[in-house]
């Protein structure tokens, strides 16, 4: 299972990409923004595998930006932190984004 380590670095935007900027972080907070809370409902329109979202989700609990409701056993509940529900403007910009520049699909602009 990936572990994460806190970024050392002393830039803000260094500290948060650590988290925010791996491979899955961001289609998981995605997933929530839009309502899911539990581990089998992040997996449908992630593409992740089980293993990796364990790891991604631990990861988002440990940073704070999300909460594992109850913290031990079987069939949590993960939620969005104060910390994660503060990302919200920062996740529409980047949909709004994707929507105007990689519309064609192919990744880049028209």
Known sequence: MKQFEPSRSPCPVGRASRILGDRWVMLILREAFLGATRFEEFLPNTGINRAALTSRLAALVEFG????IPPEGHRAEYRLTEAGRALHPMMAEIRDWG???LL????WPS
């Open 99 to 101: 929507s105007k520049w």
């Open 104 to 107: 064609d699909g192919s990744g």
């Open 65 to 68: 930006i999300m909460e594992r």
